[in-house]
Structure formats: C-alpha cells, structure tokens
C-alpha cells in the first residue's frame, strides 16, 4: 500500500498510472452520457447483451488477420455488437417472444460461440491469441497511449452526435411516439441510439471486460439522475460521475494488491450509485425519510395546508 | 462412467433444471433476471466456501441463494421507490455483486479451487473427475448427481406448483384475487433459480447457465402455445443442445460448455426459420401461397367480367394480363398456371376461358 500522496503523485508522473487512469476516465465519460439514452430508453441491459455478443467478434478479428491492434479488435468486436442488436430487433418484430428473452438469447449464443473460438485459439501452438480472454474480465492494466487516444477519439466522436442531434435525441427519449409521428426522430435515429450503445461497449470491453461493461452504461446515469430532473445536467453528471469512478478504480487496483482494475472500477461506481440514492437531496431515502419525520411531527393542520399549496 | 458420459449428463440435468424454470422467466419477462442472478450468487458462493472452508456444496448453495435472494429484494426494493427502473435497477445490482466475487476470488482463492474464467464458462470438462464417496462406496461423478438432483427437484416443483404459476403467470391479479399469493410464487420461482443456478454454476459457469435458462424456452415457445408442452419442450430442447454440444466439442476440440451454448443457440435459429406456425419459412410460404390464391381469384374475376362481351377476344388472353392486371409475365404465367391447377381457368394457347368453378370462385 501506498500513501495517498504517492498515489497522486504516480498519478501526474507515472506513465502506466497515468495512461490507466485517463483511459478509465475516457471510458467513463463516454459510457456515462451515451448509456444515459440506453437507461432513460429503458434499454439498460442492451449494453449487457452487446458486450457479451462482441466477443466472437473479438476472435475472429483477430483470426482472420492475425493481429491484436486494438482498432483491428475493435472493429471485430463493433461488427459482432452490431450483428447482436440486428438480430435483436429481428427476433422482437417476428416473434412473440419479449426484449427482455431477445436480449438473453444474443447475449449466451454469441457469448457460447465467442467461448468456442477462444478455446479453439487456445489449443493452437502460436502463443500469438494469449491476452484475448482479458476481454472477459478487461485489464486496464494493459492499456497503452495509442489505445487511449483512439478510445478518446471514439469517444469524443459519439459524444460529438449526441450534441447535434441533442433535441431530436431528447424527444425521442421522452416521448418516442410524438418524435415518431412528427418526423423529429425517424428510424435511422433509433438505429443511431443502439450504435452509439455498441460504440460505448468497444469502448469498455478492453477495461472492464464483457460482464461487467452492464454496470459501466448503467450506473452513472442511475447516480446522475438522483441530483437533477434536467436531461442536460443527467448527462453532464453521468459523464462525470463515469469519469470519476474510473479514476478511482484504477488508483485503487493499482493501490491494494491483486484488485482487477475492471471490478474495482465497477464497485467504486456502485459506491457512486448507492450514496447518490441514499443521500441526493431531493429525491435521496434518506432526505426523504428525515422530511417525512419531520412531517409526522407538526399538525396535521399543517400538513393539509402544505398539500393544498 | 466414461468422461464423456459424465459431461453429458451434467450437461443435460441442468438443462432440464433451467429449462422448466426458463418456461415461466420468459413468460414472465424475466429473461434477464436469469441472467442477473446466475452473476450475483457468486460472492455468496465465495463466501460460502470461506465459511466452510473450502468447496463445500451446501455452504456454497447456501451462500448463493442468500446472494441472489439479496439481490432480488434490492431490485424489487428499488423499483418500487420509483427511484430507478427495474431493468437499471438489475444493471447496477448484479455487476456489482459479481464484481465483488471477483475481486474475493483473486484475493483469497486465486488458482485453488475458483478459477476467474471458470466462472464464466464453468469446467465441465472435469465433469467426470469429481467423484463422490459417501462413507467409503463410490456413487459416481458429483456433477452428474447435481444436475439429476436440481432436475428432479425442480420438475417437481413445477407440478406441484402448476396451478399456481400458470394463474400468476398470465394473469396476476386474478390469482391475487383467487388467494393464489403471486409474490409467493414469485419467491419460490427465484429461489428455485437461485439454487439452479448455484448447482450450474460449478459444473456449466455462469453464461452457460443463462443460455440453458433462456434459449431452450424461447425456442419453445415458437413451437407451441400449451404450457405444459411448452415446459416439455423447453427441457426437451435443453438436454438436445447438451447432446448436440458435446459431440460438436469433441469434433472441434473447443469448450464443452460454449459448444452447448452455441447448440442451443442453432437449434433456436433452425425454429425460428423453420417452426411450422412461427417460423419465418413457413410464414413467408404461406404469405406467398395466399398471395398467389388470391391472384388466382382476380383473374377468375377477370375473365368472367369480359366473358361475353365484344373485348372478350382481347381481354382474355394471356399477353393482355400485364397490361390489365399490371402482372409481369413470370407472374401472369404463375398465375395462369395456379388458376388452372385448381380449376378456375382454362388455357387454349393464348386464350384464357373461365370455367363453372371458375365462376363461382369469381361470384363469391
């Protein structure tokens, strides 16, 4: 263990302290404001499904050029995402079966068939594939500056989007039939919102790897929303919040022994999350129960009074 | 008992165990609660053997089961303070908790009797190695008997609680109504996955286990719409992908478990091209049947109208129809041809003449 001095000096000074942390904040910033459209679109665990369905396409990327270039994998794992989804909308618009088992059956047969090429590699006697099965699990560990500055580039294009097509993602969030009917938000948009939920996930895999990248779209946005009712501020804060348990994680998995970077990230957000919903002013559990209390205490009088205002 | 033998039968017990219990999460819209609480019970397991020192199945079930029970009741609790959505409710809850087994597994248990990426796609693959002993007898591989055990125990479940579930299922408030306690069975329907997934997870990881949950049950469902078929086939369904998993595992020398993973997910494709009422296949036939029905129709409707008129030399011929009907000629020939198949029409060369029967399809 360090001291918390040290660590914030590494954290300026040290190459791979520093190339971790900004990779993790890259990650969160992204992830923070493009899965607040997923959450408030009640597509929360769409980014679940992609990450696991980019998997094969991890493998195969690498298979068919035999290089591990983070962009060769990443376009791999954005086709296979992309695939996942399509056949996504596909299963909900022919059958009668619901999102929710859609998600689940892209999520294990992609998943399954991504566990059968890995093995596959495995087997082979090139040691060429070892370090792709750090995409389950991520490891931040591994990230060079190349690889952040062409996650940030990613990045800083998808949020790019969102701020052109802020109004029309906006209705379309709130009020899909009414974006629908006046051709505010035709389909191409829809299929904008799920790409920018796939570009988000190959953000991510390399960090926090397929299982936990769920947490990454999701939890900013359930901390952020606690502090405003503003879709502007949502974003800004989620962003924020994405950025800073990345930071945090990855001080932390560098700090404590044997902690993955990627669960540390993940469980420095879930803090994040918790305390926004126990303790956010206005809509926190905790706030809420004082004012109750507070409440029962005076008149009954009173309170009639306060709810006719 | 071969090594074979044993991976197949693991493979197979917990495909039927999730698979009658998949039946009612789909039904349900929990697909997705499947997939959270197969990653949530992992700290529980972790803690369970920490308690028991060492890999002790019932500490470990135990464990899971308080795990997962904790992680329904804080969804559940979350979503009903209006706060967060249930489905990002199960987004923050479940990594959460399978982040935290993690970080347990590499910092107490690293390389002994937890692997990381074991989690994921379990080790079934040393299915046969596990034996038990019970006071000296040798009883066979333990997996097996765990796959066998939760498949019975949750067939079991299913009948006894059939009523219960089906009412709660399509119609909650009438079975609230009934006295039938929906929330009961709710409980009782996510322990039950709970300890299913918990049994899995040693032996097929988590993902597998999600795949044997869903995949089997959707498919099921587009080849029927009678519960109690649909649960037969659901397991049906899931000790096929194990079969078929295997042996494409052993061809390809890869993973046994993303094999039956992958099985289950083409068995779900070939339904969902081919299931005769769902299947995208046969719907598209039959559209195209009835599409050419129903031209059939017109033209008997067409002839009739010019039969006996002065046009009728011009209008009821075969070249006529792509500028009457705008029909191109592969199609006005299909057409003539269908037409005359069923009776409606006779072809003399160029000239096309209405039959009775023709007439009456024509007058209807």
């Known amino acids: ?309 | 008992m071969s090594y074979g033998l044993a991976m197949v039968l693991t493979g197979a017990g917990v495909a039927v165990a999730c698979g009658v219990l998949g039946t009612f999460l789909v039904l349900r819209r929990m697909a997705m609660v499947a997939d959270a609480i197969s990653h949530a019970i992992l700290p529980g397991l972790v803690a369970g053997y920490w308690l028991a020192n060492g890999p002790s199945l019932a500490a470990g079930l135990l464990g899971a089961v308080a795990a997962a029970l904790l992680m329904v009741g804080f969804v559940e609790l979350l979503t009903r303070s209006g706060l967060v959505a249930g489905d990002a409710a199960i987004g923050v809850a479940f990594p959460a908790l399978f982040a935290l087994g993690t970080v347990l597994i590499t910092r107490h248990f690293s390389g002994v009797h937890l692997d990381a990426d074991a989690i994921l796609y379990g080790n079934i693959e040393f299915a046969g190695l596990d034996v038990w002993r019970v006071g000296g007898r040798v009883l066979g591989p333990r997996p097996v008997w765990v796959g066998a055990g939760l498949a019975l125990a949750n067939t079991a479940l299913v009948v006894a609680l059939f009523k219960e579930l089906k009412v709660s299922t399509f119609d909650p408030g009438l079975a609230a109504t009934v006295g039938l306690s929906p929330a009961a069975v709710q409980i009782a329907l996510m322990t039950a996955v709970a300890f299913t997934a918990a049994g899995a997870f040693s032996a097929v990881g988590a993902v597998l286990a999600v795949s044997f949950f869903i995949v089997p049950a959707a498919t099921a469902y587009l080849w029927t719409d009678r519960l109690p078929r649909m649960v037969a086939l659901s397991a049906a369904f899931g000790a096929a992908s194990a079969v078929l998993g295997f042996t494409a595992a052993v061809r390809a020398d890869t993973s046994v478990a993303g094999a039956m993973a992958c099985a289950a997910g083409v068995l779900f494709g070939l339904s969902w091209l081919f299931a005769p009422k769902a299947g995208l296949v046969p719907r598209a036939r039959q559209l195209a049947r009835q599409r050419l029905e129903f031209a059939a129709e017109t033209l008997a409707v067409h002839l009739m109208t010019h039969t006996g008129t002065p046009a009728e030399a011009e209008e009821c011929t075969l070249s006529h129809l792509g500028e009457h009907l705008r029909w191109n000629d592969t199609w006005a020939t299909a057409v003539v041809a269908e037409a005359v198949r069923r009776g409606w029409a006779v072809r003399d060369g160029e000239r096309l003449r209405v039959t009775e029967a023709g007439r009456g399809v024509a007058a209807m």
């Open chain 1, 1 to 309: 263990m360090s001291t918390v001095a040290e660590l914030l000096h590494d954290l300026v000074f040290d190459y791979t302290l520093r190339t971790i942390a900004l990779g993790a904040a890259v990650l969160g910033v992204s992830s923070g404001v493009l899965g607040t459209f997923a959450v408030l679109r009640r597509q929360s665990l769409l980014g679940d499904a992609l990450a696991h369905a980019a998997l094969p396409g991890i493998c195969l990327a690498y298979m068919a050029t035999g290089s591990k270039a983070p962009v060769v994998l990443m376009v791999g794992a954005g086709v296979a995402g992309w695939l996942g989804a399509l056949l996504l909308l596909k299963i909900v618009a022919t059958t009668s079966l619901d999102e929710d088992a859609a998600l689940g059956i892209v999520l294990a047969s992609f998943f399954g068939f991504g566990i059968v090429l890995l093995t596959v590699m495995q087997k082979r006697p090139d040691a060429g594939q070892a370090g792709l099965d750090k995409f389950l699990f991520g490891q931040a560990a591994a990230l060079v500056g190349t690889q952040v500055a062409v996650t940030a580039l990613l990045g800083t294009a998808a949020i790019a989007v969102v701020i052109v097509f802020y109004k029309e993602l906006k209705v379309l969030c709130f009020d899909p039939t009414f974006a629908r009917t006046t051709g505010l938000a035709p389909r191409w948009l829809e299929v904008l919102v799920t790409s920018l939920v796939v570009v988000a996930v190959v953000i991510g895999l390399q960090t926090v790897g397929v299982v936990l990248m769920a947490s990454m779209l999701v939890g900013p946005v359930v901390a952020a929303r606690q502090w405003s009712d503003r879709l502007a501020v949502v974003l800004v804060l989620a962003g924020a919040i994405g950025a800073g348990a990345g930071v945090t994680g990855a001080v932390v998995s560098v700090a404590a022994e044997r902690v993955p970077t990627g669960p540390a990230i993940i469980l420095s957000l879930t803090v994040f999350a918790l305390v926004s919903i126990l303790f956010a002013p206005r809509r926190g559990v905790v706030p809420d129960a004082v004012r109750r209390r507070r409440r029962g205490l005076v008149a009954p009088v009173e309170v009639e009074a306060e709810a006719a205002r």
